[in-house]
């Protein structure tokens, strides 16, 4: 089964016995010390770590994880800011036990995948704290052979070498409902793309539209209205690796906050409408509001003013916090006729009327180069069909009866042509629209990605002999599939595309598979598809398969 979405699953600490803290590596407390506060890191020369197991995680096996993350509850307010470094790891085992005195979360083997937690600002008592993303970790534990659907898998915050003193503290379960850790977990079974800042010059924040701070003040970038000024960020990503036209599925910002906060602004986030976004210049020529944006765009409503005050979710210091999900925004991008995979994605932070002094707090890369930089995470499909003709066709307005399906290579280059160009041509020639019923494309248009051309009621452009415009559905391949015009080879996505329309367009319309053709097989003199593709014709006329 397909699941084209972005699913969320959340749970909490369920029992007191699945929590609870580790001293030294050789005492368990499944209750935390006697205030039932649980001590993670280096405190009084020792050395702790934590562990929350949760029951009925309800995730398939192999799914790609987009956002986990652990919370948990401080029990102390810390007096100043602290520098405590922590490491959170996963209980590599496909239906987690509880945790005992002889089976303490030392001696039970860890995920290969970790995560760093840096803490360097105050925490504060009863807010959450929230982890990094834990995706490869969760990916890593739900991908092996025994998992299954409601299993029970565990987490440990182990100290990361903090010095004497430096520890943070969270209740445990046992302290009562609503102080117990929460696991939360995003998932698709799709693809999972991850977009991070690759330098200093790719984030920043400008002020009052008029002035870029690429390093600013104090390594934060405030989003919102900080009392004296208008604040808004700009961050670029890279590494993305999405294919043109791919569908995008969910798309959200992470960014860490920078301080225990409890102010609200509202924010207007749109994507720079650039094929592959330009890095800031340091003398902010190319400053967000100088550029040209989105028509998608996503509010951030973080927090509103009721009867006079203030309310909504506070933010505590290095943990990380989420968008609204994006993925118009990125759609839009990824649309482009100059998207490439290895394109930068660019968005803006706009302000959107926040009250006097509603700000966040968000790390800058220059703060410890990136450690606490943003991040973009996008879930995404391959294969996605574009409805690209016009409504109204005036030439070639004829009837199309279709009996065979005729397949064409388009004798140019696979992964240098646009579907685009094909179809100007085809205009220009006088055919009113591109030749063919439906495009399969190359890399420049995304690999195996289905792009509609004429409606099928209408008659092709494609075969001329015996009105075989007439009488059949066209399919054309971006590539050149014959050995004197370049001999490329079609891609397993476009087969895959190929099989998939072959099937779908003969069951509706009752095509036996033997009339299943490749262009040169029909009077026509030419060499098209291809020696490279005619043959998986032909198996697909004797087997309904394209490859063995
Ligand atoms: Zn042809």
Same mark, same amino acid.
């Given at each position: 089964?397909?699941?084209?979405?972005?699913?969320?699953?959340?749970?909490?600490?369920?029992?007191?016995?699945?929590?609870?803290?580790?001293?030294?590596?050789?005492?368990?407390?499944?209750?935390?010390?006697?205030?039932?506060?649980?001590?993670?890191?280096?405190?009084?020369?020792?050395?702790?770590?934590?562990?929350?197991?949760?029951?009925?995680?309800?995730?398939?096996?192999?799914?790609?994880?987009?956002?986990?993350?652990?919370?948990?509850?401080?029990?102390?307010?810390?007096?100043?800011?602290?520098?405590?470094?922590?490491?959170?790891?996963?209980?590599?085992?496909?239906?987690?036990?509880?945790?005992?005195?002889?089976?303490?979360?030392?001696?039970?083997?860890?995920?290969?995948?970790?995560?760093?937690?840096?803490?360097?600002?105050? @925490?504060?008592?009863?807010?959450?704290?929230?982890?990094?993303?834990?995706?490869?970790?969760?990916?890593?534990?739900?991908?092996?052979?025994?998992?299954?659907?409601?299993?029970?898998?565990?987490?440990?915050?182990?100290?990361?070498?903090?010095?004497?003193?430096?520890?943070?503290?969270?209740?445990?379960?046992?302290?009562?409902?609503?102080?117990?850790?929460?696991?939360?977990? @995003?998932?698709?079974?799709?693809?999972?793309?991850?977009?991070?800042?690759?330098?200093?010059?790719?984030?920043?924040?400008?002020?009052?539209?008029?002035?870029?701070?690429?390093?600013?003040?104090?390594?934060?970038?405030?989003?919102?209205?900080?009392?004296?000024?208008?604040?808004?960020?700009?961050?670029?990503?890279?590494?993305?690796?999405?294919?043109?036209?791919?569908?995008?599925?969910?798309?959200?910002?992470?960014?860490?906050?920078?301080?225990?906060?409890?102010?609200?602004?509202?924010?207007?986030?749109?994507?720079?409408?650039?094929?592959?976004?330009?890095?800031?210049?340091?003398?902010?020529?190319?400053?967000?509001?100088?550029?040209?944006?989105?028509?998608?765009?996503?509010? @951030?409503?973080?927090?509103?003013?009721?009867?006079?005050?203030?309310?909504?979710?506070?933010?505590?210091?290095?943990?990380?916090?989420?968008?609204?999900?994006? +993925?118009?925004?990125?759609?839009?991008?990824?649309?482009?006729?100059?998207?490439?995979?290895?394109?930068?994605?660019?968005?803006?932070?706009?302000?959107?009327?926040?009250?006097?002094?509603?700000?966040?707090?968000?790390?800058?890369?220059?703060?410890?180069?990136?450690?606490?930089?943003?991040?973009?995470?996008?879930?995404?499909?391959?294969?996605?069909?574009?409805?690209?003709?016009?409504?109204?066709?005036?030439?070639?307005?004829?009837?199309?009866?279709?009996?065979?399906?005729?397949?064409?290579?388009?004798?140019?280059?696979?992964?240098?042509?646009?579907?685009?160009?094909?179809?100007?041509?085809?205009?220009?020639?006088?055919?009113?629209?591109?030749?063919?019923?439906?495009?399969?494309?190359?890399?420049?248009?995304?690999?195996?990605?289905?792009?509609?051309?004429?409606?099928?009621?209408?008659?092709?452009?494609?075969?001329?002999?015996?009105?075989?415009?007439?009488?059949?559905?066209?399919?054309?391949?971006?590539?050149?599939?014959?050995?004197?015009?370049?001999?490329?080879?079609?891609?397993?996505?476009?087969?895959?595309?190929?099989?998939?329309?072959?099937?779908?367009?003969?069951?509706? +319309?009752?095509?036996?598979?033997?009339?299943?053709?490749?262009?040169?097989?029909?009077?026509?003199?030419?060499?098209?598809?291809?020696?490279?593709?005619?043959?998986?014709?032909?198996?697909?006329?004797?087997?309904?398969?394209?490859?063995?």
């Amino acid at each position: 089964m397909t699941m084209n979405h972005v699913a969320k699953f959340k749970t909490t600490v369920a029992q007191s016995t699945d929590d609870g803290r580790e001293q030294d590596a050789t005492t368990w407390n499944g209750n935390g010390n006697a205030s039932n506060v649980i001590t993670i890191g280096n405190s009084g020369g020792s050395v702790y770590s934590a562990a929350f197991r949760f029951r009925g995680v309800d995730i398939p096996r192999n799914a790609k994880i987009v956002l986990a993350r652990l919370k948990i509850r401080p029990a102390v307010t810390d007096s100043s800011d602290p520098d405590v470094k922590l490491i959170v790891k996963g209980i590599k085992e496909a239906n987690t036990k509880v945790f005992s005195q002889s089976s303490r979360p030392s001696q039970r083997t860890k995920t290969v995948n970790s995560v760093a937690w840096h803490i360097i600002k105050k @925490w504060e008592v009863h807010e959450w704290a929230q982890t990094p993303n834990l995706q490869l970790l969760i990916e890593e534990i739900v991908a092996q052979s025994g998992w299954k659907p409601g299993n029970a898998l565990a987490l440990v915050i182990e100290d990361n070498g903090s010095s004497s003193g430096q520890a943070e503290t969270c209740y445990d379960k046992i302290k009562g409902d609503g102080y117990q850790a929460e696991l939360e977990v @995003w998932y698709t079974m799709k693809n999972v793309s991850v977009g991070t800042i690759a330098g200093n010059d790719r984030d920043g924040v400008e002020i009052n539209k008029t002035t870029w701070q690429g390093s600013p003040t104090g390594n934060v970038i405030t989003l919102g209205d900080d009392g004296a000024d208008i604040n808004e960020g700009g961050l670029i990503f890279s590494a993305l690796s999405i294919p043109r036209h791919a569908n995008i599925i969910g798309a959200y910002l992470m960014i860490t906050q920078a301080d225990q906060n409890n102010r609200f602004p509202n924010l207007l986030i749109k994507g720079f409408a650039e094929d592959d976004a330009a890095v800031f210049a340091s003398d902010g020529s190319n400053r967000p509001s100088t550029r040209q944006k989105t028509k998608a765009q996503a509010e @951030w409503t973080i927090g509103e003013s009721a009867a006079g005050v203030f309310v909504g979710l506070h933010w505590t210091a290095n943990s990380v916090y989420e968008s609204p999900d994006l +993925r118009e925004i990125v759609q839009e991008i990824v649309d482009r006729e100059g998207w490439t995979p290895s394109s930068r994605l660019g968005v803006v932070l706009e302000n959107r009327s926040s009250w006097d002094g509603q700000y966040k707090l968000i790390w800058d890369y220059v703060k410890n180069t990136g450690e606490f930089a943003a991040k973009l995470i996008v879930a995404w499909d391959t294969i996605r069909t574009i409805y690209s003709a016009q409504k109204d066709i005036l030439k070639f307005d004829k009837s199309n009866y279709p009996e065979y399906i005729i397949v064409h290579h388009s004798a140019t280059p696979r992964d240098s042509t646009h579907f685009s160009t094909i179809r100007n041509n085809h205009i220009g020639i006088g055919w009113g629209d591109v030749a063919y019923h439906h495009w399969i494309a190359g890399a420049l248009d995304g690999l195996g990605v289905h792009i509609v051309g004429r409606p099928e009621n209408k008659i092709g452009a494609h075969a001329d002999t015996q009105k075989m415009n007439y009488r059949s559905i066209g399919i054309a391949l971006c590539g050149t599939f014959h050995p004197s015009g370049g001999g490329e080879q079609p891609s397993a996505e476009q087969l895959a595309t190929l099989q998939e329309l072959l099937d779908k367009v003969r069951k509706e +319309r009752g095509i036996p598979k033997e009339r299943v053709l490749g262009h040169r097989e029909t009077p026509d003199a030419t060499n098209c598809p291809g020696d490279n593709l005619l043959p998986y014709i032909e198996r697909y006329r004797s087997t309904g398969k394209l490859l063995p």
